[in-house]
């Protein structure tokens, strides 16, 4: 029987070859997993009629790209807690304070008391919610409460951290180094695309905090590098997204090489599908639920349509919407990672600053992509949907679907980035005319 791991797991995943089964290569993400499967063909694609889009059974209306915006002030979230009434230790809450949080934000007020209780959590939250601090900052303290209490002992406690794409991990791991400085504890990324060997050295060094994506971190239990049976905290951070990628049975495989008693498991997703539920029931135990997820698109965010006929007028149009004034800041999203690289070159011969990532790039290249868009040395970043999950990019003016996303659960996602902490934001969709 073939074994379904011989097939695409996710973007965080390798190519690898399964001389075995005869497979000389993982296909690309963009193709066929099973033999017979029909070959794509552009004059096949369906055509769109009715002002809808049918995507993987999907229709989507595309009225529902046209939102004007309300422009409301947010208002500051009064939390029942502060910082300092968690009896965190003194460093931490240093390092809280110099990372630039005053009051709990939402998430972090209503999980981390929680998560000190070593209850088991699922919560419900989107990017930018502040949600990484809501498990960073109290699997740390009661990770340094454990170290005073067997000082002794040679066990070391682990801690594990999955997130579905290298980029978001990655983000992951900087904020854990922001907030655990100064504390003696350490971390390392396990992810695709930048050196295994590098990560086992680390990891035999002795290393607390694992933070990665599942499929690196399932290569390095079977190299009987990582041996997770003392790890008594899992956390799993957007884990509807790690199902939508294809991550379902290495999640459950790990999960499985995890401690079984006293184990603190900790989901975050900004759904509840019922795969995220099934798993839910498996794994956690009398969970404390938490959401914090607002309204279906954000108020602030004027959201309209662009109708075009060919090519060239879709790029001439582009063209217009980024010369206008306000354009400081635009993330324009595309379908497929070739159609990245190629708008990507069109633009920068149009004289545009611009940046692209996507599941083909290297990991060294993305990460200076984004940090160049972050610090605002280019104005403008084309990604698939798989490279930018999770990314948290301040001050976005402008989000541009130049493709129609496949749902509108991920028109939701994409435009999220923009109109954040009650600044105006603009979302425009391309549609045929």
Do not use: W
């Not at 695309?193 to 002795?206: A, T």
């Not at 349509?305 to 595309?334: P, Q």
């Not at 379908?335 to 920068?348: A, C, F, G, I, R």
């Not at 990314?391 to 496949?406: E, S």
């Amino acid at each position: 029987m073939i074994n379904k791991r011989s097939f695409v797991r996710g973007a965080s995943a390798s190519p690898r070859k399964f001389s075995r089964f005869g497979v000389k290569k993982a296909p690309s993400a963009g193709g066929s997993r099973f033999k017979g499967a029909k070959k794509f063909n552009k004059n096949s694609r369906p055509k769109r009629g009715g002002g809808k889009k049918r995507f993987n059974g999907e229709r989507i209306d595309f009225s529902r790209f046209i939102k004007k915006g309300e422009h409301v002030v947010e208002k500051p979230y009064v939390s029942k807690h502060s910082f300092a009434d968690f009896n965190l230790q003194e460093q931490l809450q240093k390092n809280i304070i110099k990372k630039g949080f005053t009051n709990p934000r939402p998430i972090q007020d209503q999980a981390i008391r929680s998560v000190l209780e070593g209850k088991d959590v699922f919560g419900m939250a989107n990017t930018g919610t502040g949600k990484t601090a809501a498990f960073l900052v109290p699997l740390i303290e009661k990770n340094l409460k454990n170290k005073k209490i067997v000082k002794q002992s040679i066990e070391r406690e682990t801690i594990l951290v999955m997130a579905p794409t290298r980029e978001l991990a990655m983000q992951i791991e900087n904020d854990f180094r922001d907030l655990s400085f100064g504390l003696g504890i350490f971390s390392v990324a396990c992810v695709g695309g930048l050196p295994i060997m590098r990560q086992i050295s680390e990891i035999k060094m002795g290393i607390t905090f694992v933070i990665g994506t599942p499929g690196r971190i399932y290569d390095l239990i079977n190299r009987k590098v990582l041996d997770l049976s003392k790890c008594t905290s899992v956390v799993l951070d957007e884990a509807d997204r790690m199902l939508d990628m294809g991550f379902r049975d290495d999640m459950v495989f790990i999960l499985g090489k995890c401690a079984k008693e006293n184990r603190q498991t900790l989901f975050f997703s900004a759904t509840l599908s019922p795969e995220i539920k099934k798993l839910t029931t498996e794994f956690l135990k009398d969970p404390v639920f938490i959401s914090v997820i607002s309204g279906e698109t954000a108020k602030n965010i004027d959201q309209d349509v662009i109708r075009v006929k060919t090519k060239e007028e879709k790029l001439d149009r582009l063209h217009e919407v980024l010369k206008k004034d306000g354009s400081d800041k635009v993330l324009i999203f595309r379908e497929m990672k070739h159609s990245v690289d190629t708008l990507t070159k069109e633009l920068s011969h149009l004289g545009f600053k611009v940046g692209c990532i996507h599941g083909d790039k290297r990991s060294r290249e993305r990460i200076r992509t984004l940090n160049l868009f972050k610090k605002d040395e280019i104005s403008i970043l084309i990604a698939t949907d798989v490279a930018a999950r999770g990314l948290d990019i301040p001050d976005v003016t402008h989000v541009i679907n130049y493709d129609i996303p496949q749902t509108f659960e991920t028109y939701i996602h994409r435009i999220g980035r923009t109109g954040r902490s009650g600044k105006k934001g603009i979302a425009l969709t391309f549609v045929p005319a």
